[in-house]
């Protein structure tokens, strides 16, 4: 017997690559103003702060994702 698999494992993606693709196509194909609000809700930020010898260091804003490994 076979195992099911998903759509979008067959298409070689990963299950956040699908969510991302699918909800920009969502986003992009919505008319105002829900297009606008929905773009609005995409945006994100927090703080974040490095650790060393148990003590936390300044604290800063990111707000891409370019950022966030750095």
């Known amino acids: 017997m076979t195992t ?5 494992r067959l298409a070689g993606v990963s299950y ?3 969510v991302t693709k699918a909800s920009s196509t969502v ?6 103003p829900a297009k ?4 609005a809700q995409e945006t994100f930020s927090y703080n974040k702060s490095v650790w060393s010898s148990g ?3 300044a604290k800063q804003l ?3 994702l370019a950022a966030v490994g750095k």
């Open 16 to 18: 956040v690559q699908y």
């Open 27 to 32: 986003r992009a194909a919505l008319k105002e």
């Open 55 to 57: 003590e936390q260091g």
């Open 62 to 64: 990111t707000n891409t």
């Open 36 to 39: 606008s609000k929905a773009l």
């Open 4 to 8: 099911p698999t998903t759509f979008w």
